[in-house]
């Protein structure tokens, strides 16, 4: 029904190091971070860089080999927006260049955004709306984060991935398993924002409504408790087994909490990838990146049936799987 057919991603040039949270928290070990969450470095946007400005970056770099006038509509997944209003997807259309006879919208995920996109996008294939879509997952989480909240800091890093996904009859028709908690929307908040222009930091204060909040344990908690139940259903609603599955990409929250999950549900080891060393946990986009990694280091093949999942902030999870 649907193949994604492109990937690209965009990183901000500014690194933060392990090193570097090491010299502000002399308390914290960079050998222990990256040993806990299995982070390195991760990128962070300057002041004046938005999600839409790292959305122009990524989704340029698809364009270069792929022709922008065959897209019928713009994805824009981000919980970091330059504006309340208008949609970010709609200045993007303008900044690509790409035809005025698409539609174009925002939504508002976190970290099962891109598996919702893709159900999204599956939508609009189906319903003959569109053909070729510009799924565009973004976001500079790190302009919520305190600068002492160091917990946060370690865990998030900015980051842009486009992707082209387009109608294949030939591709495998899959169904997705979605899920809502709203119970769980207090653990992981921001209960003030906007970026471009009403955003500003209350140093006086670690946990500021403007503020990025999460309480981990809970989160933990949540994971632990729904995904490999959503693995299971995933699997048995498409008639398929784990044997059937070449590879499972989970969202890249932290190493300790995928590799709980990876125990958890039994999946081997070589079927299960982590890749966040150098980007950190940036949401939304941290499923398409481990895909263009993946394919990059020519682990992907035709033919290999991968199974996504992507769970947080909402509560929300999604799963579905694909035919690369």
Not at 172 to 179: A, E, I, K, N, Q
Not at 180 to 186: F, K, L, R, V, Y
Not at 193 to 218: A, I, K, Q, S, W
């Amino acid at each position: 029904m649907i193949r994604i057919s492109k990937i690209e991603y965009y990183l901000p040039e500014l690194v933060l190091t392990n090193m570097d949270l090491e010299k502000e928290f002399p308390e914290w070990s960079s050998a222990r971070i990256r040993e806990k969450v299995g982070i390195v470095q991760r990128h962070i946007s300057s002041e004046n860089e938005t999600v839409l400005d790292l959305a122009v970056q990524s989704s340029e770099k698809v364009f270069k080999d792929y022709d922008r006038s065959k897209i019928d509509f713009i994805l824009f997944c981000t919980q970091s927006p330059d504006y309340f209003l208008p949609t970010t997807a709609c200045i993007l259309q303008e900044k690509l260049g790409l035809r005025k006879n698409i539609g174009a919208v925002d939504f508002n995920l976190g970290c099962s955004g891109f598996v919702y996109g893709l159900a999204f996008a599956r939508g609009l294939v189906t319903a003959g709306i569109a053909s070729s879509i510009l799924l565009v997952t973004s976001e500079t989480y790190t302009k919520h984060i305190h600068p002492k909240d160091k917990g946060n800091r370690c865990l998030f890093g900015d980051a842009s991935a486009s992707v082209i996904v387009e109608k294949d009859i030939m591709a495998g028709d899959y169904r997705f398993c979605l899920g809502t908690d709203g119970s769980g929307a207090e653990n992981l908040i921001v209960k003030k924002g906007g970026f471009r222009t009403d955003f500003t930091v209350n140093p006086n204060h670690e946990f500021d409504p403007e503020n990025l909040y999460m309480n981990g344990p809970e989160i933990f908690n949540f994971t632990i408790e729904k995904i490999p139940g959503l693995i299971k259903e995933t699997l048995d609603e498409n008639k398929l087994t784990m044997d059937d599955i070449d590879y499972f990409v989970f969202h890249q929250a932290n190493s300790f909490m995928l590799n709980y999950l990876r125990r958890k549900t039994k999946i081997p080891t070589e079927k299960f990838y982590i890749d966040m060393e150098k980007t950190g946990n940036t949401v939304s986009a941290t499923i398409p990146i481990a895909l263009k990694n993946m394919f990059d280091k020519g682990m992907l093949k035709e033919g290999n049936r991968i199974l996504m999942a992507g769970f947080g902030v909402g509560y929300s999870w999604g799963a579905t799987i694909i035919d690369f």
